[in-house]
């Protein structure tokens, strides 16, 4: 007994082996034949996540955006779709729409140019419509191209100027073949696109000035002599004019090199926004002008207005839906109807008061507006603070169609015409877009579906093969 219990001591006191644990996979022998590493998986790292939230986020956001874009730009370009399909005779010229754009202020033409490539481009092409461009580099540019294409279609139509007549364009040439060969004019409505606030009152200036100013240029002012030319003239002794100059007159004077690389200034304009009460209107002025639509065009600069073009970089489908609105509304042309000329009212109680309750209320007309005044109003406050600068010395005589407030003579304001979309175009849009989503969602729901049917062979084709009609041919063709 007492054997057996030493022996049992002794084997206690013997160290025990560990547990042999199994061996652990070394993972695919492809993947390490290839040299490449175990890969585990495993959370990614604190800052990983913090990246890879963030650039998940804005990627996501940004394709939401574009895919909900694409959608909204095909719901309008569906709407006026049937107009590229109307056939027209063959000695008549389609409709052309006029399109005005110029440089945002404090900025070039390069982003006027890519927003009517973005926006505006898709519809006209959907419609199969032709258009024509005014553009403007700088301030003033479309308001003298306006006035000038105006005056050209005042003397086509048999205005005389009193100056020399000029030989004809290529505009000119172009409108003398067609009507020798019997070509006709689209005879029905056209209509103006106007991109922006600033364009639009460059528009309007341009309008007035083409239907109220004369057909031929004003006399130039003569140039203005600076102080300092005046002052050294005067200091200049009698001892040093050489003999016999005496008499030399100052126009004698060699005459200034021209210089070339200095780009063309935008013509002056014929007449002055205060002239428009006292000028006549043009005798070939038409009952309506051409109808027209303004296009927002938002643009804002500077580092700190970055949140919100960060905004409105993601939410260009919203802005898509409001241009693409205006622009069907232009294309279609079911409906115009002349610009508003509301009075404005004035109240001389305090809102805010206790006793305005008990007073009467008495309101005031202070004057009357036209609708073209609030046009694209918002617009003004995101300008660049480049375009309010003053003038220099040098540029006192250059015109801010941007910065003046508008001026529209009354005339010309009872003859200008805004589109509107018809309701019958607007249901024919809601049910459009409709369609798309439905056609999107079964299109999302049976992609798959209709993939393994078609590569597993169990979808049958519409039309039998050709063995089974008994034409020639082996089973399966």
């Not at 007549?165 to 040439?173: A, T």
Request: charged share 30%; glycine share 6%; aromatic share 8%.
């Amino acid at each position: 007994m007492t054997e057996s219990i030493k022996k049992t001591g002794a084997e206690a006191t013997k160290p025990v082996a560990p547990a042999v644990r199994p061996a652990m996979a070394e993972g695919n022998p492809v993947f390490r034949m290839m040299g490449l590493p175990r890969f585990r998986a495993k959370l990614p790292s604190r800052n990983w996540l913090i990246f890879l939230s963030i650039t998940g986020s804005f990627t996501t956001a940004l394709l939401y955006d574009r895919y909900h874009k694409r959608k909204v730009q095909q719901k309008w370009c569906n709407l006026v779709s049937h107009i590229a399909k109307e056939s027209l005779p063959v000695n008549q010229m389609p409709r052309k729409i006029t399109i005005f754009l110029s440089a945002p202020p404090g900025d070039g033409l390069r982003p006027a140019r890519d927003y009517f490539h973005e926006y505006i481009k898709p519809i006209l092409v959907s419609a199969a419509l032709d258009w024509e461009v005014i553009e403007g580099r700088r301030e003033g540019d479309v308001r003298a191209g306006l006035a000038e294409k105006i005056r050209k279609l005042r003397k086509r139509n048999g205005e005389i100027s009193a100056a020399a007549p000029e030989e004809p364009d290529v505009e000119g040439l172009v409108v003398q073949t067609r009507t020798s060969l019997g070509v006709r004019s689209w005879e029905d409505l056209q209509g103006d696109l106007v991109i922006g606030r600033h364009t639009w009152k460059e528009y309007i200036r341009g309008v007035h000035e083409g239907w109220l100013g004369p057909l031929d240029p004003p006399p130039e002012p003569p140039p203005p002599i600076s102080d300092a030319a005046t002052q050294d003239q005067n200091n200049v002794p009698s001892s040093d004019v050489p003999f016999g100059d005496e008499n030399t007159s100052p126009t004698d004077a060699p005459a200034p090199i021209p210089d070339t690389a200095k780009k063309p200034s935008p013509s002056p304009p014929y007449v002055s926004p205060s002239e428009y009460s006292s000028s006549s209107l043009a005798p070939t002025v038409p009952h309506d002008l051409s109808p027209s639509t303004s296009i927002s065009f938002p643009h804002i600069l500077g580092i700190t207005n970055t949140p919100t073009r960060m905004y409105r970089f993601l939410t260009r489908r919203r802005h898509a839906d409001r241009v693409g609105h205006d622009v069907a509304m232009c294309v279609l042309a079911s409906q115009t109807r002349p610009y508003s000329f509301s009075p404005t009212f004035a109240s001389s109680i305090d809102p805010d008061s206790p006793s305005s309750i008990s007073e009467p209320d008495s309101i005031t007309e202070t004057g009357s507006q036209w609708e073209q005044y609030s046009q694209l109003e918002g617009e003004e406050k995101e300008w660049h603070k480049s375009a309010r600068k003053p003038n220099s010395k040098d540029e006192e005589r250059k015109e801010r169609v941007w910065l003046e407030s508008m001026v529209i003579d009354d005339r010309i304001g009872r003859k200008m015409k805004v589109f509107e979309m018809g309701r019958e175009d607007e249901e024919r849009a809601r049910k459009i877009a409709e369609d798309i989503n439905k056609v999107d969602l079964l299109e999302k729901g049976n992609f798959w579906y209709t993939k393994v049917k078609a590569w597993a062979g169990w979808e049958k084709s519409a039309q039998p093969k050709g063995w089974e009609q008994g034409l020639l041919g082996e089973e399966g063709e």
